[in-house]
């Protein structure tokens, strides 16, 4: 029946079409006045409305140009939107008590453990840095300062004796 339908409505739409001339030819036997052509014919607006119109059916709907398109069903398309929450809520029924209550226990765990690790670090840090401080750079300073007094002990020994009692090189032909 709707198939009928249709096809009435395209003989109807073929026949409208065949018999009423266009804009084109419309346009085509109004050269003649060139005087006025801002002026838009009433007819031609009327003709191109009744046109434009265009019937649709439950099943199909039909295009001027004579194409069917094909109706989507709405219904399909209406998603419910959820939340996150409501999501995570609605996969509470999905698992059982116990294995609810042991992911929770692990989790805990692993957060607990995660905390105390970075606690512990933090502190560890602290006192490796501030033991290297107290202990090992009075060590590095004390070992820079004889480097410091040696060096000057050399060029002391150089300007008294010469270039080769700061070398220490004494040869046995000089005697």
């Not at 838009?40 to 003709?47: K, R, V």
């Not at 226990?105 to 107290?134: F, H, P």
């Not at 070992?143 to 040696?150: D, G």
Request: charged residues 25%; glycine residues 2%; negative net charge.
């Amino acid at each position: 029946m709707d198939e009928e339908i249709i096809e009435e409505v395209l003989s109807s739409a073929l026949d409208n079409l065949e018999s009423s001339p266009n804009s084109e030819m419309m346009l085509m036997n109004d050269d003649d006045d060139d005087d006025n052509d801002e002026a838009i014919d009433p007819d031609l607006i009327a003709m191109i409305q009744q046109q434009s119109i265009v019937p649709t059916t439950s099943s199909s709907v039909v295009v001027s140009s004579i194409e069917e398109i094909p109706a989507t069903d709405d219904d399909d398309d209406f998603i419910e939107d959820e939340t996150t929450l409501e999501r995570i809520i609605a996969l509470k029924e999905m698992f059982p008590e116990t294995i609810r209550n042991t992911l929770g226990t692990i989790n805990s765990t692993l957060l607990n453990t995660s905390k105390l690790a970075y606690d512990k670090g933090r502190s560890a840090a602290w006192w490796i840095t501030s033991s290297m401080c107290v202990l090992v750079f009075p060590i590095l300073i004390q070992k820079e300062l004889l480097q410091i007094a040696e060096q000057i002990s050399h060029e002391q020994r150089s300007i008294l004796l010469g270039p080769q009692a700061a070398t220490g090189a004494l040869s046995g032909s000089a005697f």
